[in-house]
């Protein structure tokens, strides 16, 4: 609409004339991509005028320079995006340049675990993480991404204004504040069962790969997993107990095409370095000073914290500290039994 306003006056003509254009003049005039041509005829339909061409400053249009080119890949692409948060992520979206980690709402411990390592994680290698901040694995990796000084990217299923579920709302202004919030829905948009769906399509658009850490047999995560099929996005799937009703779908997803995520290492490294600058007060494995380096050996020995306390003569609350320290940082994440195993 915006766009339409400035053409109308570059061209002399009122927007209600441009509003009756053919299609063909629009492809050929402004160059729009057939995908976008469809929603305007679409509109056209439901709106027989143009109405106000006032755009909140929130909203974000097809033409706008922010617009993410990601989007384009859609067979249906959003009619406009309404948005907060940090307005130089839209290019790092517009390139794919986030990871998306997506599962269940009633995850396991194992499932809650790997999804606060896979936040932290990927905040450490300056990789965005994308979720849709549902409960469970959504909610559990933004927390550990915002934690971590990390850069997470919340796709809404319900107006920017609105919080679902309501005991998200600190998370959800955390994530606007460090990162970015984004939905489809207008703010006078009604929330229906669709519309949680429909916003897994925007969620792995946007990103260069999706992880699925746990999710049963019917599950919103296993339509995300089959969106990344069809646009060809690197599914990864951590395996999950094969007795569990929650890792039923998962498990599934391993039999086709999607690779195992068994190793944080391994996954970063496929991945790459991200594209957010590390920060500085996030503490590097290369870079632990030497009582940190001996830990984090006895750590990958498999020791107890009884175990480490007796071999490095050190107090266990001192030992729990610092392993909370590196826990935190996406170094080690706890196991049962008081172990701990590297990241």
Sequence with gaps: MRQLADLSCEMACGLADLWAWPLSRFRDVLGWPESLLGSLSKYREECPSPGSVTVPGHALLPMDSLWPESLLDLDRPPLSLQWCGR???????????????????????????????????????????VSGLAEGIDAAV????????????????????????????????????????????????????????LRNRLLVAVARAVVIVECPKASGALHSAAIAESMARPLWVVPGDALRHSTKGSNALLQGNASALVDLGAFLDALGPGPVPCKDSMVSPTS????????????????????????????????AQTLMQLELAGVVMPMPGLRWRSV
């Design 87 to 129: 307005r130089d992520l839209w290019s790092l979206l517009s390139s794919r340049q986030a990871v998306a980690v997506i599962g269940t709402r009633r995850p396991s411990t194992h499932g809650l675990r790997m999804a606060e390592a896979l936040g932290r994680a990927l905040a450490f290698a300056g990789w965005p993480v």
């Design 288 to 319: 632990l000073d030497p009582s940190r380096e001996r830990l984090l050996q006895q750590v990958n020995d498999g020791a107890t914290l009884e175990q480490m306390a007796r071999c490095l003569q050190e107090d266990p609350q001192h030992i």
């Design 142 to 197: 933004h927390r550990a991404c915002v934690q971590s000084q990390g850069v997470p990217v919340g796709v809404l299923g319900t107006p920017l204004h609105r919080v679902y579920p309501s005991d998200h709302r600190g998370l959800q202004q955390s994530v606007a504040e460090t990162g970015l919030l984004f939905t489809e829905l207008r703010d006078d948009a009604r929330v229906q069962k669709s519309t949680f769906a």
